[in-house]
Structures are given as structure tokens and as C-alpha cells.
């Protein structure tokens, strides 16, 4: 089973880039989430999906976009990157049944110059 | 609103030594509780989780938590770390489709 899978791994970006972030699960998990990890800051959630065709914010979700066409996949887009957004990007998957496992991709580590 | 507070940034045990990291959460009802492991380089690892039943939880790699629900706490424990343990340790809250993390704990192992 692949799991989670982030693409790509590292992303070194000019601000004011456009670039999107992939993620994909083969795991045919309703729930799927972007967090955000920085130093000392833990993980900080982006936006979140419930199930394809839903989409909401979390705690920290300025200059980012996300959209779920299907069950798979849930990119998230940077429309203009800015330094600040240099960080580790997580994406993870659960069933969606109260108190179940999320399941972490291996991050994407963007870095915006 | 939710939230997870993990207040040792950094502990440092010796090898065989028994280890505990503390959370403490606010929530406003019964809470879903998790503890994962992040080594280096790497993505989350779910180590155990408390939804109901049992206020002591059992998980993967000898650590267990115990739910305490009047201190608002949810303190990871092992007997005897491994100098494999050395890692970051996040507390988080549930539920599935808002989990909110700690700010984590990173754990150094002594030889």
C-alpha cells in the first residue's frame, strides 16, 4: 500500500510563484487535512476536506487554496508564495470515523526566497 | 476552542531510564486524544489513542497514557526508553476532521 504520497519532497520557490502541492491516498479515506509544521510552532492545521466536493479552513488558512474533485486527491495551492510560508507541508488521511488513525504523508519542505 | 499544550519543549533522559511527557488539553466535550511520533526526516506516527473505555491506553513501542479527565491530561509513559525513542512527540485532539496538534516535545536520549 503507498499509503499518503506527497509531491514533490522539496520545493525551493521566488516569491510570488504559483505552485501546487500534491497529495493522494489510496486508502479510499472520506477525511483529508494540510497542516503546516514550523519550529517550535507543532503542526498547524491549513484546511481540511470531509469527503470530495467539501472543503474548509483551519487555523492558518491565508494565501492557501484547496479543492477535492475526488476521494483521492486534495491538493493544496499557493497562489502568490511568500517567505513566510517556507516550511514542512503535511498532508494526512483518516476514514472519518470518529477516534480513527490519521495517516501522515512524508511532508513537502518549501522553501520561498 | 481546542487546544493542546505540551509544556516541556525538550527533555533528555538516560537510556533505561523511565520517561513521561505531559499534555494537557482543553476541549469542550469528551475529548479524542492522540500521541504521535515524528523521527527525523520523517512523516507522523500514530503511537495510541484514547476515545472512550479505559483511561489507560496501550500503544505501540511500550508506551501507554492515562486519561485523566479532572486534570484535563493525557501524559505519555514508558518503563525504560531505547535509544531509538530520541524523537519529536506531538499530543493532539481530536475530532478526525480537526485535529489540533501541540506544539511537541522533543525528546534526547543519554548513552
Known amino acids: 500500500n503507498a499509503g499518503v504520497t506527497q509531491t514533490p519532497k522539496f520545493q525551493v520557490l521566488k516569491t510570488g510563484q504559483s505552485m501546487t502541492l500534491q497529495c493522494a491516498q489510496d486508502?479510499?479515506?472520506?477525511?483529508m487535512s494540510w497542516y503546516r509544521q514550523d519550529p517550535g510552532m507543532g503542526l498547524r492545521l491549513i484546511h481540511y476536506?470531509?469527503?470530495?466536493?467539501?472543503?474548509d479552513q483551519g487555523e492558518v488558512p491565508n494565501g492557501y487554496n484547496v479543492s477535492r474533485s475526488t476521494t483521492e486527491d486534495f491538493p493544496l495551492r499557493l497562489l502568490s508564495a511568500a517567505p513566510s510560508q517556507t516550511s514542512v507541508y503535511f498532508c494526512?488521511?483518516?476514514?472519518?470515523?470518529?477516534?480513527?488513525?490519521?495517516?501522515f504523508g512524508q511532508g513537502t519542505r518549501l522553501t520561498v526566497v | 476552542a481546542q487546544s493542546v499544550t505540551q509544556p516541556d519543549i525538550h527533555i533528555t533522559v538516560s537510556e533505561g531510564a523511565s520517561l513521561e511527557l505531559r499534555c494537557n488539553y482543553s476541549?469542550?466535550?469528551?475529548?479524542?486524544l492522540f500521541w504521535y511520533v515524528q523521527s527525523p526526516g520523517q512523516g507522523l506516527q500514530l503511537l495510541l489513542k484514547?476515545?472512550?473505555?479505559?483511561?489507560l491506553v496501550q500503544g505501540i513501542k511500550g508506551f501507554e497514557a492515562e486519561f485523566k479527565r479532572s486534570q484535563s491530561s493525557f501524559n505519555l509513559r514508558k518503563p525504560s526508553v531505547h535509544w531509538s525513542d530520541a524523537a519529536e512527540y506531538f499530543c493532539?485532539?481530536?475530532?478526525?476532521?480537526?485535529?489540533?496538534f501541540g506544539k511537541g516535545t522533543r525528546l534526547h536520549i543519554l548513552p
Open positions: 494526512a488521511s483518516s476514514l472519518g470515523v470518529t477516534g480513527t488513525e490519521a495517516f
Open positions: 486508502m479510499n479515506h472520506e477525511y
Open positions: 476536506s470531509v469527503g470530495a466536493g467539501i472543503t
Open positions: 476541549y469542550g466535550a469528551t475529548p479524542y
Open positions: 484514547y476515545f472512550s473505555g479505559d483511561t
Open positions: 493532539a485532539v481530536g475530532p478526525d476532521d480537526k485535529i489540533i
